[in-house]
């Protein structure tokens, strides 16, 4: 290391030292990995054991012996002491680790979380499924082990919050931009790379060289978090001193007037027709700049994937890719070619596809239409035989093309699907699913990065990810681009953003208040049901989109009873049948309107669909759009994005919107479980869970594995976030197939004969019958081949399994619950707990009334001791015990006794029986059984699957986990597992216990979301013309902050259109030759478009929509959309013709008037001789305005912002005068 860095960070750590001494002379110092950087020696006074300091080693060094010679003379110390971070972590394995708090200082190396060891230190973790366990024997200081290339290391345990940590290096430097660099230059990903910096550093420290110039790839439409940014601050400032730095570096410009490689051409030509030829794309130049668009030839694309695989296969480094481009655009022909080009190399391609239809569809083609028959897909629904058949075929080199779901691929060894062939590409198709704040978020695609990572890891492979999606957010707060890279560690991608608009698609958006009779449910579906039929007697093609399937249901019934096939329907409930009859049936135009959820659209290709309108979102703007792009996909045809809408649309968007639904509060609960199946299963810090275990967490048990994945995936990347390590690590496994059953002894004795090698006995129960474990995936693989594996275990669950063997089985789930203290102390407190439960549903029930969680909460507060968490406790008691009504019969879902409704986005429950008196006595006698006169604290049981004492039994133990009183496991059933990896258990530990939680993907999610739905509301509420609604479109795809897009796209009208008459006024419409007035104007009509801040008289022409008529006939024909163009583009008409429109506003279109008017609007007010602006008694009389506002909404429209400001100024001069539901509002 050189003198002049030693020098200048030794006086540095002396003046640390001199610093912290003046008040406590014996100050401990731990030094974290700054060793290298100062003169060790300067300090050998003071080191407490030089034997062993900064040297690697477990408790075999660190023995018991050593931590007895070391302790008395920390004890005895009157001067500073110096302890290596080793000696200080196995210190604290004798002692408790607050011992010597006061005393601590920790020095650490604030530019690295990860210390270089031998290869002799390094422990091999992944085992033959591709887990990656904790070895035993690792040193208790190091967190985790890692493989980097060709280097080994290890990250640094978290030291206690409570510690004082001063970082060696805090001077920063700001980071400066570069020109281009060199082909040889070091450039550092820190997007993508989570220990790009740590690798750079040590090789630093290794090479004794710090005047290194190092290029940073920044966006700057995606803002750095502070710790990286400031970590790179201070590494560019010690890089400085030695005069080297650190460069920003943008992105790379596309190349423009590209000729494709003659051998893409070729592949081009022979799969796709000697007069095949690459089609452009539109994509941004610069998306960082400016939203100018560049023709770009598909071979560009093409040409760019396979030099990444060449570069892979020559031993480079190889960047991946990340495209976005409209429906339409040809997106598999992209990645399809490489693979084309790959498999002439020999080489391995796999698709992850998220949709079996996806996969279908795409197989197919290319069968059908490329003649490429070395591809496959493997998905469930394939026979083991079948599944094996491609499985040996690819590892053979009879298959070449592999399409697989994400869930499949994240199962498995990546040589379980190809042997020992190399891979060549990966393709990541529909990657908007990765993104954390979407409604469509797979948690799945979010395990993948970290299964990629591990594949490149452990196989030395090279080759290149290509990441496909139609639409994405480039940057800003609304971000999808840089998320779905950085979960995906992507390297260095070249990013390929395709133009968002599509001006052959218009909005057609009508506005309207919320119902003010009547059900908001009935409303809508008749609001619906008249559209579609509108669109029927139009003879349009259309897709209609509702958020659930009990929608489409209801929608189609209704419809039907109009005319029977007038529409067709499709959601994922339906049978593979049924989906494809809808399917085809609408393809050609057999029936022309159809039902669907979003299940309907990923990745189909229909060309003439004409309208696309919305039952009410279910996504936000990126779904919104991405659903409408399925219109007008042949470009000569006008395409009509069609929506009524009211504020309470928005939701269904808010409750499909899973990952918001986590509260923090069930975050640090999992990490509450996580340790207590730590502790309950002696400490190890590798454990298997069931998702199951987990579900009295949650609100509902609705995709239960989807909520725990997503849950701990967040709570992983955190950490990983805060501590550069993975304080915990959380993996999806495959199915297990080991489950219980029971059997008489007929079943019994014939299981023996046929299928003895496959289960075996664990109890005998009274009489007859025996208790099995058997081993499913044996039984399939040995004897049922020809059966895909879903359906042999739905036959086990459904209790059909072997029955043809004259063979009884019935599933069986082994529940084991634990108890931390005494039968008899757990009993009354579970008795307390439960007798305070039942007083306030007893109470709640006699009001007769439907309640809140808030409500039920404050009745228990009453009854209960704080100690306990009572809002756990709310949420689990009404999760479990509430149901829904069942339509053809007055009764609840299960054993339900409480009613649920969802009103609004708030869930709401009612008292229906008084059954939990019997449910709870229930409750009381299981414990009883389990624990009574018993001197163990820890029960098994089996019991039968889908029976409620089993359901109570989950009860139980989810309560005595809640109350902090015990555990509980379930084993066996049909659910899937999920790894656990504990690195840091006490960093774990002290958060679970911390009141003061945060996990800020959680944050940041909840913020996206807010901001979203922000903008989404101001998209539907206000009238925009189409070209402007592009704009904004395009502007929030680029990044655009909300602030920005509401101060550039401020939205003075509200809509108000009749949409069925608009659509029978320009369905015939084409993109290329509007419909005029007078067919002579047609060829000039943009000539007629309106040009802002100029007069127009009453025979001049002017164009609006797809129509140029003089402004006279507009006046007549549609004031509303003359008013609109008036008011957007500031022009003005003669003085006459103005009253003219103002009157037949007022008289004919008074709802347009008034909602555009709103405070503006004349209105007669008690004590006014005159009409008077509302904006008046609403300013200087607001309690009298309030009262009579409330009296006649339907004479002035208040905004949100009006609306609170007026509650606001009643609730100062009399609150009393306020509804209740507008007190919660100002609340808010």
């Known amino acids: 290391m050189s003198n002049k860095l030693k020098n200048i960070y030794t006086n540095a750590f002396d003046n640390i030292i001199k610093k912290h001494t003046r008040d406590k002379a014996n100050t401990i110092f731990v030094l974290a990995g700054i060793t290298p950087y100062i003169y060790v020696e300067n300090f ?4 407490t054991d030089q034997a062993t300091f900064d040297k690697e080693g477990n408790l075999d060094l660190f023995t018991q012996a050593w931590f007895g010679s070391v302790f008395p003379k920390l004890m005895a110390a009157t001067t500073y002491q110096i302890l290596s971070h080793q000696q200080y972590a196995s210190i604290n394995e004798y002692l408790n680790e607050d011992f010597f708090k006061d005393r601590i200082v920790v020095v650490y190396d604030n530019l690295r979380s990860l210390y270089p060891i031998s290869k002799s230190e390094y422990i091999e973790k992944a085992d033959a499924n591709g887990t990656e366990k904790r070895p035993e024997g690792m040193p208790v200081y190091q967190a985790e082990q890692l493989k980097i290339g060709e280097h080994y290391f290890y990250s640094l345990k978290h030291f206690n919050d409570g510690l004082k940590k001063i970082p060696l290096f805090s001077i920063k430097k700001d980071l400066t931009s570069a020109g281009a660099s060199s082909a040889k230059a070091y450039v550092l990903d820190v997007i993508s790379d989570p220990y790009g910096i740590d690798v750079l550093v ?94 770009v030839s598909q071979g560009l694309l093409v040409d760019t994937i396979i030099k990444e695989y060449k570069n892979g296969c020559e031993g480079i480094q190889p960047r991946d890719i990340f495209i976005t481009a409209p429906t339409g655009a040809g997106k598999s022909l992209i990645f399809q070619l490489p693979a084309f080009y790959a498999a002439s190399q020999g080489d391995v391609t796999i698709v992850v596809s998220p949709l079996k239809a996806l996969m279908t569809d795409q197989v197919e083609g290319l069968h059908n239409e490329r003649h490429y028959d070395k591809v496959e897909f493997i998905n469930s629904d394939l026979t083991l035989i079948d599944r094996d058949r491609i499985i040996d075929g690819c590892k053979r080199g009879d298959v070449d093309i592999l399409y697989l779901s994400p869930e499949l691929l994240l199962s498995y060894d990546i040589h379980y699907f190809i042997g020992e062939r190399k891979l060549g590409l990966l393709i990541v198709d529909e990657a908007h699913l990765i993104t954390t704040w979407g409604r469509d978020f797979r948690v799945d695609y979010w395990f993948l990065g970290n299964h990629i990572n591990k594949m490149r890891k452990y196989n030395d492979y090279m080759f290149p990810m290509v990441a496909l999606t139609a639409t994405a957010v480039y940057g800003g707060v609304n971000d999808m681009v840089f998320d779905s890279i950085n979960s995906l560690n992507m390297h260095d991608p070249h990013k390929f953003i395709g133009n968002v608009r599509r001006d052959n ?15 908001y449910d009935q409303n809508k579906e008749t609001e619906t049901v008249n559209i579609i039929k509108g669109l029927h007697d139009l003879d349009m093609k259309a897709i209609v989109y509702a958020p ?8 189609k019934d209704k419809c039907d009873e109009i005319q029977e096939g007038m529409v067709v329907s499709f959601h994922g409930g339906m049978e593979a049948d049924e989906q494809k009859f809808a399917y085809q049936a609408f393809k050609n135009n057999r029936c022309k309107v159809m039902i669907a959820t979003k299940a309907f659209g990923m990745g189909v290709d229909i060309p003439d669909i004409q309208v696309v309108y919305h039952h009410a979102p ?45 509260k923090t509060y069930q975050l640090k609960e999992v990490l509450c479980k996580i340790m207590r199946c730590f502790n309950s299963n002696g400490k190890k810090r590798n454990m298997l869970v069931a998702a199951n275990d987990f579900a009295y967490i949650f609100d509902s048990v609705d995709e239960i594995d989807q909520k725990v994945a997503t849950a701990l995936m967040m709570i992983e990347k955190d950490y990983l976030n805060k501590t550069r390590f993975n304080v915990l690590i959380a993996r999806p496994k495959k199915l297990f197939t080991k489950v219980y059953a029971r059997t008489n002894q007929v079943g019994m004795d014939r299981l023996l004969e046929k299928y003895g090698e496959c289960f075996k006995e664990i109890t005998r129960v009274s009489g007859n019958y025996h208790t099995l474990e058997l081993n499913l995936d044996d039984i399939w693989a040995r004897h049922f081949s020809d059966k895909s594996f879903p359906q042999l275990k739905s036959e086990f669950y459904k209790q059909k399994f072997l029955s043809e063997d004259g063979i009884e089985l019935t599933p069986q789930i082994r529940v084991t619950i634990n108890i931390d203290r005494t039968y008899s102390d757990v009993l009354a407190e579970v008795r307390g707990v439960l007798d305070a439960v039942k007083t306030s549903f007893a109470q709640l029930g006699f ?117 902090e009183l015990g555990s509980f496991e379930t084993t066996g059933g049909d659910e899937p597992k999920i790894f656990l990896r504990l690195n840091d258990p006490r960093r774990i530990e002290r958060d679970s ?65 009749d949409i069925l008459e608009y659509l029978r006024n320009n369905k015939s419409v084409t993109p290329e030759n509007s419909v005029a007035e007078n ?45 609109k163009t008036i008011v957007e583009n500031e022009i003005v008409i003669e003085a006459d013709d103005f009253k003219v429109l103002s009157n037949k506003l007022r008289l004919e279109h008074f709802t347009y008037y008034r909602d555009f008017l709103r405070l503006n609007i004349l209105i007669e007010f008690p004590g006014y001789d005159n009409l008077v602006k509302a904006s008046v008694p609403y300013k200087d009389q607001p309690v009298k305005f309030y009262k009579w506002w409330r009296r006649h909404k339907d004479f002035v429209t208040l905004n949100l912002k009006e609306k609170v400001e007026l509650y606001l100024a009643v609730d100062k001069v009399t609150p009393t005068a306020l509804v209740k539901a507008d007190k919660e509002l100002i609340k808010k």
């Open 44 to 47: 050998n006074d003071n080191i």
């Open 202 to 295: 040590n090789e630093c420290i290794e090479e004794d060289f710090f005047a290194k110039k190092v290029y940073v790839k920044v966006s700057g439409k995606n803002v750095l978090n502070k710790t990286l940014t400031n970590t790179l601050e201070e590494l560019n400032h010690l890089f400085a001193r030695f005069g080297g730095g650190i460069f920003v570096q943008r992105e790379d410009a596309i190349q423009k007037d590209y000729a494709p490689s003659e051998e893409s051409v070729v592949l081009l030509k022979r799969y796709w027709g000697e007069k095949a030829e690459f089609r452009d794309i539109q994509v941004y130049e610069n998306p960082e700049l400016g939203n100018d668009i560049i023709p």
């Open 505 to 519: 698609i218009e909005f057609v958006i009508d506005t309207h208040d919320d119902y003010s009779t009547g059900r």
């Open 548 to 555: 659930y399937t009990r929608h489409i249901n209801r929608l």
């Open 618 to 662: 279910s996504g936000l703007l990126p779904d919104y759009i991405q659903e409408i792009g399925r219109v007008a996909r042949k470009k000569e045809i006008q395409g009509f994005a069609a929506l009524t809408f009211s504020k309470s649309d928005l939701r269904y968007s808010k409750q499909l919107f899973g990952i918001s639904s986590l």
């Open 847 to 963: 009001k007769h009334s439907f309640f809140t969680q808030n409500e039920f909460e404050e009745e228990l507060v009453q009854r209960m001791d704080a100690k306990y968490n009572i809002k756990k406790i709310a949420s689990f008691m009404l999760s479990t015990y509430s149901g829904y009504m069942k339509t053809t019969e007055r009764a609840l879902e299960g054993d339900s006794f409480l009613q649920m409704r969802r009103h609004g986005t708030t869930m709401q429950y009612q008292v229906f029986s008084t059954n939990y008196q019997a449910k709870f006595t229930q409750l009381m006698s299981i414990f009883a059984k389990l624990f009574d006169g018993k001197e163990y604290q820890s029960a098994d049981r089996f019991l039968s699957i889908n029976d409620i004492p089993l359901m109570n039994h989950i009860r139980l133990g989810s309560l005595l986990e809640i109350m």
């Open 993 to 1057: 216990k911390n009141d003061s939680y945060k996990n800020s993907i959680l944050e940041s999610v909840k913020n996206r979301h807010k901001v979203s739905c922000e903008l989404f509301e101001h998209f539907f509420t206000n009238y925009f013309s189409n070209e402007k609604r592009w704009d904004l479109v395009e502007d929030f795809f680029l990044g655009m902050s909300n602030d920005d897009l509401f101060e550039k796209y401020p939205g003075k009208i509200v809509n108000h259109i």
């Open 1079 to 1123: 067919k002579e104007y047609s060829h000039q009509e943009s000539f007629f478009l309106a040009r802002k801040q100029e007069f127009y008289n009453r025979d001049n022409l002017l164009t609006i929509g797809h129509q140029t008529k003089k402004v006279k006939r507009w006046l007549i024909d549609d004031p509303v959309a003359l008013h």
